[in-house]
C-alpha cells in the first residue's frame, strides 16, 4: 500500500510538473514593464457651424416644453422644478445667441423675471401666494414666447453666423481707433 501510494504521489506531482510548468512560471515570475505608449495627436479642426432654422427650433421647442412642464407640475416636487426653470433659462440663453443683439435684448426682462421664480423655487418658498404667482409667470413667459418668438416671425432677425458678434466688435476697434 505504501509503495502504491509513492508511485502514484510521484506520478502525480511528474504529471503536475509536466504539465503546468508554464502557467506556474508566468505566475510567479514577475512580468516586465511595457514600454510607455506613444500619446495620440489629434489635429483640432475648426468647424464653421452656421445658426440654422432646425438649431433654433429645437432650442426654441425646448423652451417651450420646459416652461409647460414647470407649469402644469409647479410645487409637486421641488427638485423637479428646481430643473424645469434651470433648463428652460438655460435653453432661453441659447435663443439669444441665435438672434442679433437688438432682438436678443428683448429676451432679456422674460430672462430677469423668469430668475425671480428660480429665487423663489430655490429658497422653497413657494406658498399658496407665490406658487400662484410664480404659475402665472411662467405661462406668461410661454405665451410671450409662442406669439414673438416662434421661427417664422423671428427669422429675419436669426444671425447669419455666429461670429457676427465678434466682427462687428472687431469693426467698431478700428473705427474707433
Request: hydrophobic share 35%; glycine share 2%.
Amino acid at each position: 500500500m505504501r509503495k502504491a501510494f509513492s508511485i502514484l504521489l510521484i506520478f502525480a506531482i511528474l504529471v503536475s510538473l509536466a504539465g503546468c510548468s508554464e502557467e506556474w512560471r508566468r505566475k510567479f515570475i514577475r512580468k516586465k514593464k511595457d514600454a510607455s505608449k506613444k500619446p495620440r495627436i489629434y489635429q483640432l479642426k475648426k468647424y464653421t457651424k452656421e445658426p440654422t432654422e432646425s438649431l433654433y427650433t429645437k432650442h426654441y421647442n425646448y423652451t417651450i416644453s420646459w416652461l409647460s412642464e414647470l407649469a402644469d407640475d409647479l410645487g409637486q416636487n421641488s427638485k423637479k422644478d428646481a430643473r424645469c426653470i434651470e433648463e428652460a433659462l438655460g435653453q432661453m440663453r441659447d435663443l439669444q445667441i441665435f438672434l442679433v443683439p437688438e432682438k436678443a435684448k428683448e429676451l432679456d426682462k422674460h430672462i430677469n423675471r423668469l430668475k425671480e421664480i428660480q429665487d423663489l423655487i430655490l429658497r422653497r418658498d413657494l406658498g399658496h401666494a407665490n406658487m400662484d404667482y410664480a404659475r402665472r409667470t411662467v405661462e406668461r413667459e410661454e405665451r410671450f414666447l409662442r406669439s414673438e418668438f416662434y421661427y417664422n416671425k423671428i427669422k429675419k432677425y436669426v444671425k447669419k453666423s455666429f461670429d457676427e458678434e465678434e466682427t462687428e466688435i472687431e469693426e467698431a476697434a478700428v473705427k474707433g481707433e
